[in-house]
């Protein structure tokens, strides 16, 4: 196919009158498929329906894990997430199913009672977020829901950009934390580099209580190639900036959505302060779902081959949308998107002032994407170029009929624009 | 046993020199015993054991609950607690393992955000709770943990001192709720009245956001006599005051502590306020854990006769308990107590400044009691006089030899007293 740029206006009419037909046949079809969320299909799921069957209740030091008590989690579950993330086990703390919860839960901590001897969050009158975008949405619903400012940060090629992230550090008491995923990043896939991780680590901020929430929910979900992310805490250690890192993990997206467990990793006085809270929040989370786990996981090396079978579900997928936007728009330069090597999404940008309207068509023809506009805080895209494309969940067919559509609905609204803008 | 206001000086003396023989002897013992907390013992646990076995994970209306989603309950879930407490499932939500993470929850979220318009409590100056004594130590510890000043309401026979509640309540806008364990009260074992839930429902309150926190936990575990308590809800739509009502139950103590499941009901406006929060919070609770709940509980007739079956266990433990305590105490009134009709624990008072005394006599032969003064807010009993017993736990030997200690103890604290006070 020919870069739409070099076609005169006769041409686009015909391509557009053609696009349309193709358009209104998929119309008739009454698809129903969705692109829409990062999750785990089916066959994925399979994976782990052996945890089904693990009825064990006594922990590896004989405590009844079907009675009360045991706040920070069962010892096996730190010693095998301490194995996976490189983090020592004294430094965990085993939660329930959602880390997004734990997240918020840290957040309104924060919020609540503040960190240690600071002032809580509640009683200033503005705190201030840095949201590297695109982003998770999710992320940015928590923080608009607690009305913190938001500012956005540039992703980059290694990270974020950090000259920006020092500055605004350095010289902002309001700016309190960053929230990160920093591997297989939602949505773009960015892997933050081992400079990024230090200039984290060591960069000056002016809230002494100034917090990093990584979300290193893709840890091992690798697809095109495993990445080793480096070890925050080791960077924290080297500057005593330890105390700033409040670190999230679960299995999730390892074994059950619905039924996993979550994991927060933080310094010794993190770890301390939140347990301090904790205490009075709950008695302790689901133990019986944390021994379940350990059993059905056993070991780092377990974990990891049960991550290469759900990457060897998701490669074919991901191939499927790869391919398809190559062969759509390689020689027509009208949609932008990186290769991920890992993580859940496909991160696309369309011409300006485009994304909405692609999603409104895909939508109208039965493909549910995410609502262009989601991976930035309060969902303002203010260029309207992002869109987020989730094919994990869809069957093969379902995926490759719903990335045809995609690209066609990309067409149809970019020459739309372009007769528009140009009077061609 | 004579009582000991009958015995003179030389007598008491005797009898102290007699019991101290005993205590030692005890002593030497090395003695292990707890009767601190309401845990169930092990061959309640069993009773639930079957539930581990459960594997299923498609729901009614065939949804993979292995996967993200549903956050308000599965449905079959939210049926059956209906049905048990006779709340429209509507008004239901299912929650995680823990109610009192739920109470929590519902707190923080009246805190940091608010009822529906209303002001949140963290931007007022102040927030007062109504607290019925002696009560539950870990509802108090958590409106400790926000700063309520928290007013004492005196335990009565019928439920608790409406007069002072109401009265309180009618010109207090700083009152922003109670926290109630209507039936079979921790640690009294008291049953609130009809006429006690009704004034509850139809009392004045200042604040137009007072809540009623409904801690129903012990709403199937009867003992000795089965309580019907007067539905809360349908007090309130006499008076259309439903709004102030948070109830919540679990199935903590009757499958297991450690993996049940919490439930949160209200009103309409309270379930559309609680989810608008909730859903930035977590995207959904362990459904595959609410599934098992369910396949295993059945239905209500089912869940009746499980809770026979715990009742049918407890009681031999609360005969022996009380019968001890009429043995040594009934001619002898240095101790009161109510026989509870179910619940967790049996409530004692002894003569006034010694709870602290005789739990610390316990703790140091080796019998652990709540520490004394927990049934009051900020651990503080004016008089020193109450202490919690819990049978639950130990074994009958056990428990035997616990409350054989236990009563030596209040003898001797009561001569020490006695002697001390009134130079005999």
Sequence with gaps: MKSFKNLCKEELLKERENLQKQYDNYLKENLDLDMSRGKPCKEQLDLSN???????????????????GILDGIKEAKKLFADILDIDENNIIIGGNSTLNMIYDAIARLYMFGYMDNTPWCKLSKIKFLC??????RHFDI???????MINIPITENGINMDMVENLCKNDEAIKGIICVPLYSNPTGTCYSKETVERLAKMETKAKDFKIF??????????????????????????????????????????????GVSILAGSDNTIKDTLKHLSKQTIGYDKINQLKTVKFLKNKENTLKLMEAHSNILKPKF??????LEENFKNNPILK?????????????????LAKKVVAMCKEVGVVLTDAGSTYPKKIDINDTNIRIAPSFPSLEELQKAINIFCLCVKIATIDKMLAENNL
């Excluded at 590297?132 to 949405?137: E, F, K, R």
């Excluded at 890992?342 to 002032?353: A, I, K, R, W």
């Design 214 to 259: 990584w979300d290193n929910a893709y840890a091992l979900h690798y697809i095109y190639e495993k990445i080793e992310l480096y070890n925050i805490f080791d960077a924290c250690k080297k500057y005593n900036t330890q105390d700033r890192i409040l670190y999230f993990f679960s299995t999730s997206k390892i074994n059950f959505p619905g039924g």
């Design 319 to 324: 191939d499927i949308v790869l391919n398809t």
């Design 132 to 137: 590297p975008v695109p982003g998770y949405d």
């Design 337 to 353: 998107w990186e290769k991920p090597k890992g993580g859940y999404f496909v991160s696309v940008d369309t011409l300006e002032g």
């Design 143 to 149: 923080l608009e829901k607690f009305g913190f400012e």
């Design 50 to 68: 052996d945890i089904l069957n693990i009825n064990d209740y006594i922990s590896r030091d004989n405590i009844d894990l079907r009675n009360y």
